[in-house]
C-alpha cells in the first residue's frame, strides 16, 4: 500500500494539544529519576529570524536509558514531549538528561513541524562533554566537523542545556532524511 | 515484531518548495538531508494511551446535551494501518479544524468570522482493534489567509496521528469532495501525481437517516512501516 501524503501542520494546532506536555520530568503521579534539566533555545528560519507558533516534539530514553514503551521504564518520566515556540522563536521543555545505551551517545529525537513545511523535520540532540570524542551511528552520519558539532546541546548553567535549530541558511542544522 | 522503514518517496508526497507560498523557501533546509541508520531509538515511541486524556468523538457538541454547533452535522470515519495493511490499534489520532464559518480557535487566527460556542473545533481519538475510527463534526467554512491577499483555504480537517513509532508519526490536512477552492489551494495543488491528490480528499459516503442525520465521509491512512523480513544466513 502506498503511505498517505504529509501536509504542513498549519497555523492553527490546538493549544490544548500542547499544554502539559512541555514537562517530561513529571508524569501519572510521578517524578523521573535523573538530572532534571530545562532544554530550550530558538527555531530560527532563513537570515535567523524566529519561528513563531512552530510545534517541537522529543522522544528519548531515561536516565538508564530506556525508552517509556519498553520494560524497565522509568514510570515517572514522560519520554515524549512538545513544546509551542513563542514570537521569538524560543521553545522550552524540562526533561532529563538521556542515558547513554548500547552504541548510543545520550540523545533525544526532535521533530519540527512549523508553517511552511509540508512535511516534519527530523534531528537529533546529543548531550556529551566532548562533541569531538563522542561516537555515535546516528552523529557519525554528519561528516562535516562544524555541522556536527551543531548536534550537541551547550551547557549554559546548571540545570540548563540550549539547542537552537537553524532551518535554513547560515549555520543551519543537520537534518535527517525522513 | 519488529518494522522497516524506508525513506518517504517523494513522489507520493507534497512539493516541499511551492510557488506563492513564501515560507516554504524560507524554512527548508538547504543542505540534502541525511541518511541514518534506524536504531532502536528511532523504531520506538510514546504508548499514546498512557500520554492523552481522549476528548470527544463529537465536535459538534460541548457536552453530551448541549446544543450542537451551527453547520452541517458530518460523520468522519476511515482506517489506519500500515504499509502492508496491517491495522494500527491503539494509535491515537488528533483532529482540529474550523467552525462552519471558516474560524478557528486559536490566537493566531484574526479572520472576522464568528466564533461558535458550542463547536469544540478539536478532539482526540484512538483507533479501535481493526485500526477504525469514527467521529462527528461540522462542516468546516472555507477562510482566507490574510496575509496572502488572495488566497481562500477549502474546507478541511487536519488530522495528526501517533502511530507505534517515532517513524510513523503523520500530520495531514483532508479535503471535501468537489470543493470550488480546491482548484486554487496552494498544498492541494502542490502534488502532481492525481492519486496522491486524491488521497488527501474525503470519499463522500452517502447520508444516515434516523437517530442522527448526517452526511459521511471517509479517508484511511496508511502509515510508514513494514513487516521486516528476516534475516537468512
Known sequence: ?178 | MSFSYDPYDDRTQLARYIDRYPLSFKRTPLEPLVPRPLTLSERTGPVAADLFTLGPMDLSKTSADAPRATGQLIQISGRVTDEDGSPLAGAAIEIWQANSAGKYIHDADRHNAPVDPNFTGEGRLMTDAEGNFQFFSIKPGAYPVLESGWWWRPPHIHFSILGRSWMDRFVTQIFFPGEPLNETDLLLNAVSDRDVRERLIFQFEGTSMGEVNAMGFRRDFVLRGRRQTPEVD
Request: proline share 6%.
Open chain 1, 1 to 178: 500500500m502506498i503511505v498517505s501524503p504529509y501536509c504542513t501542520i498549519g497555523p492553527f494546532f490546538p493549544a490544548s494539544f500542547v499544554e502539559g506536555h512541555d514537562d517530561l520530568t513529571r508524569y501519572r503521579g510521578g517524578t523521573a529519576r535523573g538530572q532534571h534539566i530545562v532544554l530550550s533555545g530558538r527555531i530560527l528560519q532563513e537570515g535567523g529570524v524566529p519561528t513563531r507558533n512552530t510545534i517541537l516534539e522529543i522522544w528519548q530514553p531515561d536516565a538508564n536509558g530506556i525508552f517509556s514503551s519498553c520494560a524497565g521504564a522509568d514510570p515517572g518520566f514522560a519520554g515524549w514531549g512538545r513544546a509551542r515556540t513563542d514570537a521569538d522563536g524560543w521553545y522550552r521543555i524540562r526533561t532529563i538528561v538521556p542515558g547513554s545505551y548500547g552504541d548510543r551517545c545520550p540523545h533525544a529525537n526532535l521533530m519540527i513541524l512549523a508553517i511552511g513545511l509540508t512535511r516534519r523535520l527530523v534531528t537529533t540532540v546529543f548531550f556529551a562533554d566532548d562533541p569531538d570524542s563522542a561516537r555515535d551511528p546516528v552523529l557519525d552520519c554528519v561528516k562535516d566537523a562544524t555541522a556536527r558539532r551543531r548536534l550537541f546541546a551547550a551547557r549554559e548553567n546548571a540545570g540548563e542545556y540550549r539547542f537552537d535549530l537553524i532551518l535554513r541558511g547560515e549555520n543551519e542544522t543537520p537534518f535527517f532524511l525522513d
